[in-house]
């Protein structure tokens, strides 16, 4: 079982910056695991932001290429996701994914979540 615990969501204006971050925690060994962040907008379905995998490459949505950064720190079990030049249709519920996903398709444990909301 693992545990993910994301932090960093709140409200940002538009052309501002903010850091997402995941803890993960439990009986696993997570420099072996594909990493990512999904999100969720109002009345829309759950998608791939970004996700590295456990040698470093990434796929991004094509939306938020040159504008976010996904990495990650095995020694620490976090993953974090920079996010700048942030946009009113970035604000979502984010959400941390790994256990078993692959680059483009999501693992089967999931974190609460964390809402970034971009307004001014």
């Known amino acids: 079982q693992v545990q993910l615990v994301e932090s960093g969501g709140g409200l940002v204006q538009p052309g501002g910056s903010r850091r997402l971050s995941c803890a993960a925690s439990g009986g696993t060994i997570f420099s072996r695991l594909v990493m990512g962040w999904y999100r969720q907008g109002p009345g829309q379905q759950r998608e791939l932001v970004a996700t590295?995998?456990?040698?470093?490459?990434?796929n991004y949505a094509d939306s938020v290429k040159g504008r976010f950064t996904i990495s990650r720190d095995n020694g620490k079990k976090t993953v974090d996701l920079q996010m700048n030049s942030l946009k009113p249709e970035d604000t979502a519920l984010y959400y941390c994914?790994?256990?078993?996903?692959?680059?483009?398709?999501?693992?089967?444990?999931w974190g609460q979540g964390t809402q970034v909301t971009v307004s001014s």
């Open positions: 994914n790994t256990g078993g996903g692959s680059l483009e398709s999501p693992g089967r444990y």
């Open positions: 590295i995998s456990t040698g470093g490459s990434t």
